[in-house]
């Protein structure tokens, strides 16, 4: 009963700050792959297809090519998500492409996310972290704020910067309520504190703050000093105090080139995230 009202006290100010508008285990290391998906060279009906006469390396982008354009489409299925996703692992395995991605390179810079299994908050780490402390009413916590429906609340896009060698991982999602009257960035810093295996990154929850809010920018110059000056809640330490350990999650990227990525929650390893690369290097500022 304690650690709930701790809980109540802590992060209120944070599950305020994404909805203003409301009252206005699966260790990748040792995962392998079973192909339970189709062949590529038969169709839905079993005949034989196009792809018999592409090479390797056409068939690959074909499959990632089919990925996009699926995560684009309107409301795509987990299941088609999964499917197109295993596909393009399989094919990528083989002619060796977006492999080992933990120390590859290719994971630095910023990437926005394209599909997400759910509300598009939950790209953030801040969130598999949540759900590591608050593992039995996480869900039922998380189904109440996505309850609410467009526009008193619009989510997106979800911007993720990574940076390897700094060992930063930033998560910025835009967060607007009231038809856009309110808006802000709600952004969560990481460190990342070293790989696991292959394709593995842990990562450690710091802080999270809402930023570059347009209500405080109404206030015009003081408003502008509290955008850049208040301090950030410390999110991390929070969910260190409620179940220790929980602030550190798994991110595994299966697949990462040049301009594509996958990443998974280790401990939700069904839930796929599609993420297209923004550059290379640092990000830049989302607008508002």
């Known amino acids: 009963m304690m650690i709930c009202k701790y809980l109540i006290v802590v992060l209120l100010p944070l599950v305020e700050a994404f909805h203003i508008g409301l009252d206005s285990k699966y260790h990748r290391a040792s995962f392998q792959r079973t192909n ?3 062949s590529s060279s038969q169709n839905d009906n079993g005949a034989n297809s196009d ?6 390396v056409e068939q690959f982008r074909q499959a990632k090519d089919s990925l996009i354009q699926c995560a684009n489409s309107n409301n795509p299925s987990l299941q088609d998500i999964r499917y197109k996703t295993r596909a393009l692992e399989d094919i990528a395995e083989l002619v060796g492409i977006g492999q080992a991605s933990a120390s590859s390179g290719l994971l ?3 990437w926005e996310c394209i599909y997400a299994p759910e509300d598009v908050t939950r790209t953030s780490p801040f969130f598999w972290a949540f759900r590591r402390a608050f593992p039995s009413n996480s869900d039922d916590i998380f189904a109440i704020t996505d309850a609410i429906p467009a526009p008193i609340k619009e989510v997106g896009p979800a911007l993720q910067t990574i940076d390897v060698d700094a060992k930063t991982l930033v998560s910025r999602v835009k967060v607007a309520t009231l038809k856009g009257l309110a808006t802000s960035i709600m952004t969560t810093r990481c460190t990342i504190e070293g790989a696991q295996g292959l394709e593995g990154l842990r990562i450690k929850v710091g802080t999270t703050k809402p930023e570059e809010s347009t209500v405080l920018k109404t206030l015009g110059p003081f408003g502008e000093f509290l955008n850049q000056n208040a301090k950030p809640f410390p999110s991390g330490e929070a969910l260190e105090r409620v179940m220790q350990g929980s602030s550190e999650v798994v991110m595994i990227t299966t697949f990462c080139d ?6 998974r929650n280790q401990d939700r390893y069904d839930d796929v995230f599609v993420w297209t690369r923004k550059s290379f290097g640092g990000g830049g500022t989302m607008e508002l």
């Open 51 to 56: 792809n018999d006469n592409l090479s390797p």
């Open 108 to 110: 630095n810079g910023e």
């Open 258 to 263: 040049e301009g594509l990525r996958i990443s």
């Open 36 to 38: 339970v998906i189709r």
